[in-house]
């Protein structure tokens, strides 16, 4: 079951670079929960429980504030009924016009085989700096 979860992950992280969130959302759990790292500028609704609160409270704001916001993944992970994902976020914050290059690793728990929980590392002060006019 495990590889069929990193094989999910890697599904989804294509898809989310593809534009098709609807795939990205249908992976996760309707109850999943979402959290993105401690002081990242996104974490203010942590946790943000279900499908549409991710949407809104995640995808729709990276869409709204970034030109070209990518996530690139170096590599997935297999830790039984989790998945890690490591490697790079990129992208222009539209307010400033300043760039971002940051790590990230996600780690992705599952049951049934859909994303249960969701936790985001990455480095929040490249961030903070980007977004900060």
């Known amino acids: 079951m495990s590889q069929e979860n990193v094989k999910l992950i ?8 593809g534009g098709d969130i609807p795939t990205v959302l249908a992976a ?11 002081n990242f500028i996104y974490a203010d609704g942590n946790p943000y429980v279900g ?16 030109d070209g916001f990518a996530v690139s993944p170096d590599a997935v992970l297999d830790a039984g009924e989790t998945a890690i994902g490591y490697g790079h976020y990129s ?8 760039s971002v290059r940051a790590q990230f690793a996600h780690f992705f728990t599952f049951r049934d085989g859909k994303v249960i ?16 006019e």
């Open 10 to 17: 890697e599904g989804m992280y294509e898809a989310f670079g």
């Open 28 to 38: 996760l759990d309707p109850q999943v929960e979402w959290r993105e790292a401690e």
């Open 51 to 66: 499908r549409d609160a991710v949407l809104s409270g995640v995808f729709m704001r990276l869409g709204m504030e970034w």
């Open 91 to 98: 992208g222009v914050y539209k307010k400033t016009g300043k």
């Open 117 to 132: 929980e969701f936790q985001q590392y990455t480095d929040t002060a490249q961030f903070k700096e980007v977004t900060k």
